[in-house]
């Protein structure tokens, strides 16, 4: 069974840009969470979604944003991007037991 | 307080030796609880996952949960430099709720 995919791996972005991120979950899973994750605050939730509904919401300002397609993939969105916003973005789906994560979208905000 | 609570460490240790990481938790209707993995800039990767109390083996990793007095452990046999990683604890309650992670011990293994 394929993981979770995330897509791009890496990118660099200037302040004030948007960028999109994409999550491919696992087969049959049909919960995406998204993650913030940076060395000074650890692993900091975002969103979950599940069944193309915001399920669970994490302390971000509006400006992270996201949404779930009808087979299951995700994206997330950030505007009017900050230096701040540099971290490694992770998606993870689930079943109702565990969660298993992507391999990350590092994110350079210069 | 943090519902998951875990010690950042940096925990160092022998090759060879036994390496126990911990974590406690606040919210006793945690049902679920995992182990992830995290090399250096990379993904977590899921360890181990137990559901309610008792223990957990997988080759030389051993998860035990102790509802009673809210304990997560992760034994790791036998060591290896390979070991060497930041692991995280997690914990939920229900395929509703928001998953709950530990801050991650840092492991060295000295060669």
């Known amino acids: 069974k394929a993981g979770v995919t995330q897509t791009p791996r890496y990118l660099i972005k200037t302040r004030g840009q948007q960028v999109t991120l994409s999550c491919s979950p696992i087969?049959?899973?049909?919960?995406v969470s998204w993650y913030q994750q940076t060395p000074g605050q650890g692993l900091q939730f975002l969103f979950e979604?599940?069944?193309?509904?915001?399920?669970n919401k994490g302390n971000f300002p509006g400006r992270f944003s996201g949404r779930q397609f009808s087979n299951s993939r995700s994206e997330m969105n950030v505007s009017t991007l900050e230096l701040g916003d540099s971290a490694l973005y992770l998606c993870?789906?689930?079943?109702?037991?565990?969660?298993?994560f992507g391999p990350g979208t590092r994110l350079l905000v210069l | 307080q943090k519902e998951v609570e875990q010690d950042p460490g940096p925990l160092s240790v022998p090759e060879g030796a036994i390496v126990s990481l911990n974590c406690t938790y606040s919210?006793?209707?945690?049902?679920?609880f995992m182990w992830y993995r995290q090399y250096s800039r990379k993904g977590p990767e899921l360890l181990m996952y137990?559901?309610?109390?008792g223990n957990k083996e997988d080759g030389r990793f051993t998860a035990q949960v102790d509802k009673s007095s809210k304990y997560i452990s992760l034994f790791i046999r036998d060591s290896q430099p390979s070991d060497s990683a930041t692991y995280l604890c997690?914990?939920?309650?229900?395929?509703?709720?928001?998953?709950?992670f530990g801050s991650g011990t840092r492991l060295s293994i000295r060669p």
């Open positions: 137990t559901y309610s109390s």
């Open positions: 087969s049959g899973h049909r919960s």
């Open positions: 997690a914990s939920f309650y229900s395929s509703a709720s928001k998953i709950i």
């Open positions: 919210n006793s209707a945690f049902q679920y």
């Open positions: 979604y599940f069944s193309e509904t915001q399920r």
């Open positions: 993870a789906s689930s079943n109702e037991e565990t969660q298993y």
